[in-house]
């Protein structure tokens, strides 16, 4: 069996972050902070974030997550108040999860208050929490992985063309993720939601139920941020195609996951498109008001596993 991968859960069932207002009417409020990226043992992102005046404090980016959370130790550790019990939806189902109040988080230049942030156990997020897209709206949130680099700003659309190779798509927007609908696997139609909070593209039974007979497959056990763990059916497909690109052979993880009835894709193929694929680039910015994702392209002589669909 091959080693564990780690998947975020989907978060239902709770209150919206209200927004703080600065300290200073001086703060630099449409300013991009460059945060210099962690990695976690399961090779996602993770960014310095504040909490109150104290930190800063690792936390995975996880636009998969509807919900921001934090690690148990952290909560007792900063002494949070506690809020109400939620509906945390994950890879396995529902159920019901503690929350404390996060008077103010701070990443970026942006501070948020979250009513009820679920609490989850540190070794089970392999962080000190996950920022969900509660705390990334109206933000554009840019992944450099050529350097290693992230940037969070104020969202106002794409104005550098000066990357070269770049594929442009707009998403739908779905309980806060983005989906792109203009999207193919092995040339069938597909669902696919930007999710960062996963270490491996996870597909739902509908979509494997077209593509995986008489494939080779792997088993795997995925093991979620709620200690939750699912065997999984590993498969390399030929082709995923999204928008102008092409890209091939890439890794997916087909599972029984209940998270896809939250976003009203179990019946139809869906694919959660993770870290896997995304570092397969040399830039990913995901801008959620825009409802874009950009995607730069490496230049190192236009690596075969990404193509344009033009060329």
């Known amino acids: 069996m091959r080693p564990l991968l ?25 300013q991009t902070n460059d945060l210099r990226l962690g990695t976690d043992t399961s090779d996602r992102m993770t960014v310095p974030v504040r909490v109150g005046d104290r930190g800063p404090y690792r936390f995975l980016v996880d636009t998969g997550s509807e919900r921001t959370a934090i690690s148990r130790e952290l909560a007792l550790e900063l002494g949070l108040a506690a809020g109400s019990r939620v509906v945390m939806q994950s890879v ?8 404390v ?5 701070g990443v970026s230049t942006r501070l948020v208050a979250i009513p009820n942030a679920p609490i989850l156990d ?46 442009v798509v707009t998403a739908k927007r779905r309980h806060g993720r983005l989906l792109f609908t203009d999207a193919t696997v092995e040339g069938r139609g597909v669902t696919v939601v930007v999710d960062t909070g ?15 007979r008489g494939k080779h497959y792997q088993l795997s056990e995925i093991t979620t941020v709620a200690g939750e763990r699912v065997e999984a059916e590993l498969v390399t497909i030929g082709t995923l195609q999204i928008g102008g690109m092409t890209l091939q052979n890439v890794q ?4 029984h996951a209940a998270v896809f009835r939250q976003l009203e894709l179990d019946n139809r193929p869906a694919l959660l498109l993770g870290m896997n694929v995304m570092r397969s ?3 990913v910015s995901i801008d959620f008001s825009t409802r874009q994702v950009r995607f730069v392209l490496p230049k190192s002589a236009m690596e075969p596993r990404v193509i344009l669909a033009s060329r």
């Open 6 to 30: 780690l998947l975020a859960p989907l978060f239902i069932a709770a209150a919206p972050p209200a927004e703080v207002p600065p300290a200073s009417p001086n703060g630099a409020s449409d």
């Open 122 to 167: 540190e070794e089970n997020i392999g962080a000190d929490g996950l920022l969900g897209v509660d705390s990334l709206s109206r933000q554009q949130v840019m992944l450099d992985f050529k350097n290693g680099v992230m940037g969070i700003s104020p969202s106002r659309g794409f104005l550098d063309k000066s990357d070269g190779d770049t594929i």
């Open 101 to 105: 109040a996060i008077p103010a988080l």
């Open 252 to 255: 997916i993880a087909f599972l």
């Open 281 to 283: 680039f040399d830039r």
């Open 198 to 212: 996963s270490q491996v593209s996870v597909g739902n039974d509908a979509l494997r139920r077209k593509l995986l």
């Open 92 to 99: 396995v189902g529902p159920s019901n999860v503690s929350t």
